[in-house]
């Protein structure tokens, strides 16, 4: 006959007095409604802020918009958590949302800051965020913060003016960018394909020189050359059939050098695009301008 071992007065509870046990339980369920509580507290108001506030800086765009807007209802929701939400939408390509709350902000306090970022969005990617409310182009400030934006605005959309153009407002890296944006927008370094073509008619190889592709140059001149000099050669030598040959070699080539002249003056015109829109989007997504010291929205 197998005894089933009862474990009941061996526990160390069972052990105890009955007054003990009956204090022992009280704290138990005295701290069952304390334990149901703390979702409720992990959700609350503040720690959702927190929580949004860490996200922003951590980059975290758009999780950081579903967080503020969870705060729409809250006592807590004004124009500076419309401004953070804002901000992080804009930087999530939410653009024209964006947009609608920057526009919706009105105290006093944080107005520079959403005009500020309502231009910078429309900088990011024109025409996306709803129209303005109406006021003039940059007359909010004539501080460096709204300088930077108001000269780096010019630069992107190559919009000549007659203001004077304080370059030093810029930190040391941006101001050498910008300086080069301005001089490519004044006189565009390019190269025609036109002229590129002319040069290696005259010349096998120039055109591709003139582009700043000198090897390639080299390699014209001498295939080119080389052919044409074979095919005189054997004709000389009154070997007709290769003189053919590498006559049709030496046109071929010529008329390739050409050709490829012209498509490398293209090649590099968009090569000096490419490196003018990199510096662009260098001082763009640069901190001096997408979270300039004293339009911090995260105070």
Do not use: C
Not at 21 to 27: G, V
Not at 71 to 93: C, F, H, K, Q, Y
Not at 139 to 145: E, I, K, M, W, Y
Not at 206 to 231: A, E
Request: charged share 20%; net charge neutral.
């Amino acid at each position: 006959m197998i005894r089933r071992k009862n474990t009941h007065p061996e526990s160390p509870l069972f052990r105890l007095s009955i007054p003990v046990r009956l204090i022992f339980t009280a704290w138990i369920l005295s701290i069952l409604p304390v334990k149901a509580q703390q979702p409720a507290v992990y959700n609350s108001d503040m720690n959702i802020l927190r929580f949004a506030d860490y996200l922003l800086r951590d980059s975290d765009f758009l999780r950081a918009s579903i967080e503020y807007k969870r705060l729409e209802n809250s006592p807590l929701w004004g124009d500076s958590l419309i401004l953070r939400t804002g901000v992080a939408l804009m930087n999530a390509d939410k653009y024209e949302e964006a947009g609608y709350l920057f526009r919706s902000v009105s105290s006093r306090e944080y107005e520079p800051h959403a005009d500020y970022y309502y231009r910078y969005g429309n900088l990011l990617s024109p025409g996306s965020m709803p129209p303005p409310r109406g006021l003039s182009e940059y007359a909010l400030s004539d501080q460096p913060v709204f300088l930077r934006l108001k000269y780096l605005t010019f630069a992107v959309m190559n919009i000549n003016h007659d203001a004077p153009v304080k370059a030093e407002v810029f930190s040391e890296q941006n101001r050498k960018n910008f300086l080069r944006i301005t001089a490519h927008n004044a006189s565009p370094d390019y190269r025609s394909p036109l002229a590129a073509a002319l040069f290696s008619t005259v010349l096998p190889g120039s055109g591709k020189i003139y582009t700043g592709f000198y090897g390639d140059g080299f390699v014209s001149l001498l295939m080119t050359g080389l052919m044409t000099y074979l095919s005189w050669d054997n004709f000389k030598s009154e070997n007709n059939i290769r003189g053919w040959i590498f006559g049709g070699l030496a046109a071929f080539f010529y008329a390739g050098n050409i050709y490829g002249s012209y498509i490398s003056a293209e090649v590099y015109n968009n090569n000096k695009d490419e490196e003018i829109q990199r510096l662009i989007d260098e001082m763009l997504y640069s901190d001096e301008i997408r979270n300039p010291e004293g339009l911090e929205v995260i105070k």
